[in-house]
Nanobody, 113 residues
Framework: VQLQASGGGLVQAGGSLRLSCAAS????????MGWYRQAPGKQRDLVAD???????SYADSVKGRFTISRDNVKNTVYLQMNSLKPEDTAVYFC????????WGKGTQVTVSS
């Protein structure tokens, strides 16, 4: 399974970005799809995930600002990020669980103050 993340970039604080994660295999067959992020010198942390039933969960730091969604026809998972803060700066990775974990290459998100 290949996962391709895109949509990162440079944005000012308060701005928005939408990340996309395109999968080479049907995401409906994945029990869970998620977004993680890793800032320099820090561990990789869960940002949001969504089950194949549509159940979502979020890190406390992004609740109310980020929204994860999935398009089973396009085999793509999205992360809409609003009201971005400098502390959201990180490399963002998508992960799919198809019986085992698959990771995509990250996309850099930089939020300037």
């Amino acid at each position: 399974v290949q996962l391709q993340a895109s949509g990162g970039g440079l944005v000012q604080a308060g701005g928005s970005l939408r990340l996309s994660c395109a999968a080479s295999r049907s995401i409906f067959s994945a029990s869970d799809m998620g977004w993680y992020r890793q800032a320099p010198g820090k561990q990789r942390d869960l940002v949001a995930d969504i089950s194949n039933r549509g159940t979502t969960s979020y890190a406390d730091s992004v609740k109310g600002r980020f929204t994860i969604s999935r398009d089973n026809v396009k085999n793509t998972v999205y992360l809409q990020m609003n009201s971005l803060k400098p502390e959201d700066t990180a490399v963002y990775f998508c992960k799919g669980f198809y019986g085992k974990e698959y990771w995509g290459k990250g996309t850099q998100v930089t939020v300037s103050s």
